[in-house]
């Protein structure tokens, strides 16, 4: 096993962002590789930004546990690409945590910003506080957003969670904010609370909301009371402005007055 | 005051009817000149090809639409990224890089100059914007008028005169260069759920046909005397069949002007396609280059198809949104309040799908069978064809039939009969090539007197310098050479700086923006025009007063003024 600890400095501008894509298990196999971080277009030593300890060995990712301790709120792109092992951060992270990661597992004590788990692949997350914006989504003019893997929210999402979703699953136990699943075309998400103008443009996959669904979209249409888990709860298939073929469950539903 | 000398460079520059001399080139100021003594720099060209600064004359690189390919493809975005490095800024992009991405792969490429191939004038601040930091080239816009209600009205009185006014305020208001036409009518017609089918058809709420458009545009282009002819997007791109429409505006094309062609027709490619539908899609290349041999005061460029990814990009909105139909993939959409239209679709070329395969053939064709290099110039409408990255590959292309067909062997089986390619033996000469990419585009653009295109005393001191031996390369063999000597060249100068040595660029090269300002009589000015004014404040969302773009925009840049005869 190795364990890593990097534990951020006193920053002098704390609010700057950090880019940290190089936080991986599998970067921290190589004894031999150099570990650069971004500020603005200032290429910095790792050392710069974190305290670094290393114990122990690993012959795989999966064998390497990071803990990243500290204001970590702006480091951003920890966990990109990651493909095996763990990620432990203590506190709030930054945006970008987990971009594309097919394997392993990142659990977050705090608050996670925006783009937790932008396209990922396999492997899951775990944030103990609430995510900001576009979680599990894809970025910007990208047809698909998280292909697999699990998200799993304790607190509250913001807007745009699981936004052009392709696959995998999103469990948020708080609310969500405006447009959860936007375009979303395959996979599960999961809203254990309130949300508002679910799935807008749905071309498949299916959305749970055990909480109310405010504004919900007249594209949908009314397929009839079900039960989930013992709750009585309504499903609606849609959205009919693309083809139809997808899914929502919903415990409230109010629309637009 | 620099200067530069070149020595033992072995020179093709065809506007002066040099064939393969060795030769020495001196430089100072940025302007080519007899002899410099003492020079500053010194650089031994012995066995290296050189070449004028390459031209190309139609290409996607700057603007809103651009921008917004980039907006729309976050994966291209990732795809090509480079790192700061010594001057070099951090690129990303493939076939929408970001403008310092465009700029340095055309310089390694030896391009100095690049035509923007579609402006729209109320868009055109974001395209000079850019135009600024596309620092190794000198940068042009073809400006859209093929949608644009004031000249539609002026077409439909009858009045070329008041056209041409028309033409020349916005003109100068956007610093444009050239008047581009992209599917006449067309994208107008789009703006109502519309497309025309071909030259004959009536356009929504107004009294005309593409055909009226294009020859009125034609004949007002020439009355204000501007270096470059109409620029024109055929109507009915990409569709089977299209090749009659093409012929058919071909023929009804006037020839008016002495100096160079009354036309210039863009991506030829995508407008030579025969067959009923998909299912019997074949090549027309043969009967649009016997048209064009036959009409010398037809320039075309080829459009050139390459496999790989790319991002189709153009002012024809009902055309991307076929291409939407066929693909489902992303599309964007966007309408130009007076004026024009576009749209945008990423794609896939792949040489296992029978109509890409048939496609990339007809570009190869119509340069080998169009008998003059002068009127065939070779384009890709970069990224519509391919990313211009491609051109070596074309050029080896041209100049090899072993590499043809080993390509050739490669695609879907049954290409071979839909086209003529196999049948052809034409192998591209060094000297048909230097015209194809640099002294046809200097002509057809006007630029010749401007100082662009050719390496004798007078001219702008760009030039490229290639790391090819002519006399020990035998380009019908030793193809990878061609693609790789093309690719990257010894030295790219830019008015007499080198700005790129091996692919790394050094500095930035006093690029200017070339644009138009043609003279008209007072009768013609339309910014003393009441029915002007009075449209444009009534129709636009921006004010007349405001719509111009400030010199401020530009930084360096050349005005080329011209009297018109209105
Ligand atoms: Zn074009």
Redesign the pocket.
Known sequence: MMKVILEVKERHKPNLPIEAECITPKNFLDPEREFHVWKGNKELDITDIFHVRKDGTAKSAEQVEITIRGDSSHIKRVGEYMDGGKILIEGDIGMHCGNFMSAGLIEINGNADSWLGREMHGGKILCHGDAMDYAGSGYRGEKQGMRGGLIEIMGDAGDFAGETMAGGEIIIHGNAGDMPGVDIKDGRLTIMGDCSRPCGNMSGGECRIFGTAYDMLPTFRNEGLTAIDSVQITRFSGDYMSRGLGTIYVANCKYMD | MKTLLIKNAFVIDPIQHISGETMDIAVRNGKIVDDVKNPDEVIDAQGMLTLPGGIDS???ICGTKVNFGRYMSPEDMRAGRTSRKGDMHATAGYSVPTTYGNSYRYSRMGYTTLLE??MAPMEARHTHEEFRYTPMQDCLANTLFDGNWFALQAIQDGDTKRLAGILAWYLSAAKGFGVKL?NPGGTEAWGFGKDVSCINDPIPNFDITPLEIIVKMIEANEMLNLPHSVHL?CNNLGKPGNYMCTLDTYDAIPDINDKRQSLYS??VQFHSYGGSSWNDFCSKAEDIARSVNDKPHIVIDT?QVMFGKTTT??ADGPMEFNLYRLYHNKWSNHDIEMETGSGIIPVVYRKKNLVNAIMWAIGLELALLVDDPWRCILAT??P?GAPFVKYPEVMALLMSKEYRDKEFETLHKSTGRRVALPAIERELTWDEIAVMTRSAQARALGLIDYGKGYLSEGAEADIAIYPIDVDSTDPARDYERIINGFSTTEYTIKRGEVVCRRGTCTLEGNHSTYWVKPHVSPAYDMSKDAAFIDGFNRYYSIRRANYPVGEEYLGRNVCMETEASI
Request: proline fraction near 0%.
């Open positions: 139609h290409t996607h191939g579609a992209t997007h863009t991506h459009g990009m153009t409408d970069n519509n």
